[in-house]
């Protein structure tokens, strides 16, 4: 099953990369990380999602290692936009033009290719105006170094501002069963414009597999520790939804990850999720979700159960939440 950001046709379901270099706890090393890509690429993934803040730099690196014997025969995503110092991340957004060009010019390299496929904003800037920035990636795509312009966590002015300059080809964003506020005024504006939405973490960081519950210790270097939706209270709180999912999947005889994830293809046709892993089975598992449909009455009743459920907990810190623009 394919879907289509811009000029891009991707497989339904994409493979995210952050965790690869580290997010969730151990990093894996390489030759499995390399191992690990191939594979998904052999079941069918075409789309793969990276950013040269993940690491900084590293994830960028695996990925272009493991996609350069197969590049014809996939779709690479990165993104720029945060100010690395040293190379570490300073915390601050930089999205002035020659800033965006540099960034280009190492992800270019790290990638092992000579066009980056969809380059997304990775944050907006305020301190930018909107139309540099979108002129900017035009250059770029005018001079073959990028193919389609994306934006992540952008609010809607910013969508439209940039898109009058340079077409956006997708907006990616968190939307799952438990982040549902881009439906409200994202999506509207994404599907009159025709613009694609990219989906991550449409499981929730793994909340709605049903793996994890109130008493699920993280390791220490993982960034859930962080979030407020993942102490032990809010996850308590929140356990009512998985509930709701893991009841689906056991009437239609497959997985909770699955139901969530046909649920986020369910919605648009134009969306394309991006759950992450670092193991293949789970790949498998994530790809067979294309293949399970909701049908209408489903789709129903997850609806009525969802809007009686009072979910806790912010999805960010309150740093990390001031840099999304709304």
């Known amino acids: 099953m394919k879907r289509s950001l811009g000029?891009?046709?991707?497989?339904?379901?994409?493979?995210?990369?952050?965790?690869?270099?580290g997010t969730y706890g151990e990093r894996p090393d390489k030759g499995a990380t390399n191992a690990l890509i191939r594979g998904a690429v052999e079941r069918g993934v075409t789309f793969f999602d990276t950013a040269e803040v993940y690491g900084p730099f590293t994830n960028e690196e695996l990925v272009g290692e493991a996609l350069e014997p197969v590049r014809d025969q996939v779709v690479i995503a990165t993104k720029f936009g945060w100010d690395i110092q040293d190379g570490q991340r300073t915390g601050r957004v930089n999205s002035r033009p020659d800033h965006i060009k540099g960034a280009v010019e190492g992800s270019l390299k790290r990638l092992r290719t000579d066009t980056i496929d969809l380059l997304f904003q990775h944050r907006v800037d305020p301190d930018v105006p909107m139309e540099d920035v979108a002129g900017a990636v035009k250059e770029l795509i005018e001079q073959g170094k990028?193919?389609?312009?994306?934006?992540?966590?952008?609010?809607?002015?910013?969508?439209?501002?940039?898109?009058?300059?340079?077409?956006?080809?997708?907006?990616?964003?968190?939307y799952s069963l438990w982040w549902r506020e881009?439906?409200?005024?994202?999506?509207?504006?994404?599907?009159?414009?025709g613009i694609?939405?990219?989906?991550?973490?449409?499981?929730?960081?793994?909340?709605?597999?049903?793996?994890?519950?109130?008493g699920t210790q993280f390791d220490e270097t993982d960034y859930r520790n962080t979030v407020p939706r993942f102490t032990?209270?809010?996850?308590?709180?929140?356990?009512?939804?998985?509930?709701?999912?893991?009841?689906?999947?056991?009437?239609?005889?497959?997985?909770?990850a699955?139901?969530?994830?046909a649920w986020v293809l369910a919605q648009k046709p134009w969306i394309v999720p991006i759950p992450g892993t670092t193991k293949l089975h789970r790949v498998e598992e994530n790809l067979a979700a294309a293949d399970v449909e909701l049908s209408?009455?489903?789709?129903?009743?997850?609806?009525?159960?969802?809007?009686?459920?009072?979910l806790e907990g912010a999805r960010y810190t309150e740093a990390a939440q001031r840099t999304i623009d709304r």
């Open 296 to 310: 209408p009455d489903e789709l129903h009743e997850i609806e009525r159960q969802h809007s009686a459920i009072t």
């Open 196 to 214: 694609g939405f990219v989906a991550f973490t449409p499981l929730g960081a793994g909340f709605l597999t049903g793996t994890i519950n109130a």
């Open 146 to 174: 990028v193919r389609e312009f994306g934006m992540s966590e952008a609010g809607v002015a910013n969508i439209r501002r940039a898109h009058a300059v340079q077409p956006v080809a997708a907006l990616q964003s968190e």
């Open 182 to 193: 881009p439906e409200d005024e994202i999506m509207p504006t994404l599907e009159e414009l």
């Open 258 to 261: 699955q139901i969530a994830l």
């Open 232 to 256: 032990a209270e809010a996850r308590a709180a929140n356990e009512a939804l998985v509930d709701l999912v893991r009841d689906m999947a056991e009437r239609k005889g497959v997985t909770a």
């Open 7 to 21: 000029s891009l046709e991707v497989s339904a379901i994409g493979l995210g990369c952050m965790g690869m270099s």
